[in-house]
């Protein structure tokens, strides 16, 4: 973990988002907390990394997402050299990120 990060309104934010049960509690809280921009922004980089641990190329990345090739090379780190959260989130909630690029 970042200890550059770790503070008590962090802390804090963790807590709240673990006490959240539903995909409907989720929803009302994070309207709440994020502009509808920021949780687009969010959950389009939560894409990208499924399609790129699914091998698939940056312009199909941006066609099915948007996303610039900044975004993608700043996910495109995360996986690679960041805390593993991402391979983590998909683990324990099913995501496929077997190779899908290629028909396979």
Request: net charge negative.
């Amino acid at each position: 973990m970042n200890d550059k990060l770790q503070d008590g309104n962090i802390d804090a934010l963790f807590n709240a988002i673990l006490s959240l049960e539903t995909a409907d509690e989720c929803y009302k809280f994070f309207e709440d907390l994020c502009t509808v921009p920021e949780l687009k922004a969010m959950s389009q980089r939560l894409a990208v990394a499924r399609m790129l641990t699914q091998r698939h190329i940056y312009s199909d990345i941006v066609a099915e997402t948007g996303a610039s090739t900044a975004t993608i090379s700043r996910v495109a780190r995360a996986l690679n050299y960041g805390s593993d959260g991402y391979h983590l989130v998909f683990e324990r909630i099913g995501i496929d990120t077997e190779n899908k690029a290629n028909g396979e």
